[in-house]
């Protein structure tokens, strides 16, 4: 039988999609019951097909030209187009999603990818997109800046073996380098907020199927970065111990779904990153499992500043990867029914 695909609803302003704006709640949620009536949506609750939208990092940091790491891509207005037709997805596709879990980039300033964490040997802090290797720390070109550690909750000698224990385990680890990130995700900050085109998608969602979404925090620890909505780039420190943990709560909750539905900022880091971490837990019980994951391939974009950093082709590289290892790579206007392996 033939997927029934939506109208999207008459208040959906799809030119609104790069501005910052209040969603009127009252009116979204008076307008998602009447919907629900209209359309004959059923509560999530009664899907014996589930399907869950996980949407990575759709936040106004990434996602608005004037915020502070705005995913362009190639075409220099990436993240804009992808929330637009990620928004008209979920409208189209209400009665099938049956929970959407936003992930959140969540930081403070003294963190081990800003600037204030480093210092040379002239007591200068590493510029935004710097790459620190392991070598440039090894022979002292980079330390820990020594006025953090009473903030940090840490003493210098911690840190500075933090620091290059940390380098090493990523290269060994085939990860990007450290890199150091403009102040983005600020906790309490703008710029930390759901896009509100796409805030406004899921709340009328979670009124209209009856149904929270799973929001999930991540990139709180100070001494890892955390792409993965899954788990952090490393959880050991230097001695061994434990310093950040996976999330294996949402990992337990998403290989409950029937099917996963991948879309979100950037491409190349925290959408790759947590598609990795999905594999790993995916084919630690069966590798068929990937069949069950979709990459909404219109629907992200590469991390691309002009002249300095291009990931578009380690992106694409990653999505290919995937594709071999089963997984699906789809487009959001492709209709439901022609998607490969999805049972509704």
């Not at 149904?211 to 792409?227: A, D, M, R, S, V």
């Not at 996976?246 to 029937?258: P, V």
């Amino acid at each position: 039988m033939a997927h029934r695909e939506l109208p999207v609803p008459p208040h959906f302003d799809p030119a609104k999609v790069g501005e910052v704006w209040k969603v009127d709640y009252q009116d979204r949620a008076a307008e998602a019951a009447r919907w629900a009536k209209e359309c004959h949506i059923t509560p999530a609750a009664e899907d014996k097909y589930r399907v869950c939208l996980v949407a990575v990092d759709v936040q106004n940091t990434f996602c608005l030209p004037e915020f502070e790491l705005f995913v362009g891509g190639r075409s220099g207005t990436g993240a804009v187009d992808d929330n637009r037709r990620l928004c008209e997805f979920i409208y189209r596709n209400l009665d099938v999603i049956t929970q959407i879990a936003p992930t959140m980039d969540t930081h403070q300033a003294v963190q081990i990818f800003h600037s204030i964490f480093l210092v040379d040997d002239k007591g200068e802090q590493p510029a935004p997109y710097t790459l620190i290797p392991e070598q440039d720390i090894r022979e002292g070109r980079w330390k820990v800046n020594p006025f953090l550690c009473p903030s940090a909750e840490f003493d210098k000698a911690f840190l500075e073996r933090h620091l290059l224990h940390y380098a090493k385990k990523l290269k060994e680890g085939g990860k990007y380098d450290l890199t150091i990130w403009p102040y983005h995700g600020m906790l309490g900050g703008i710029g930390h907020a759901l896009v509100p085109l796409f805030e406004e998608a899921t709340f009328f969602h979670s009124i209209g199927r009856n149904c929270q979404p799973n929001f999930q925090i991540k990139g709180y620890n100070p001494l890892t970065e955390h792409y993965s909505a899954l788990g952090p780039e490393v959880l050991e420190g230097p001695e061994g111990v434990r310093i950040a943990e996976k999330n294996t709560k949402f990992i337990r909750q998403l290989l409950e779904f029937d099917a996963i539905i991948i879309a979100g900022q950037a491409k190349s880091h925290c959408v790759a990153w947590t598609i990795e971490d999905l594999w790993e837990s995916l084919r630690a019980i069966d590798v068929r499992l990937a069949e069950k994951v979709y990459l909404l391939e219109d629907c992200t974009s590469p991390v691309v500043r002009p002249g300095v950093l291009d990931y578009t082709d380690q992106a694409d590289e990653a999505f290919r990867r995937f594709a071999r290892l089963g997984m699906h790579i789809v487009r959001s206007t492709d209709p439901l029914d022609k998607w490969p392996d999805l049972r509704l």
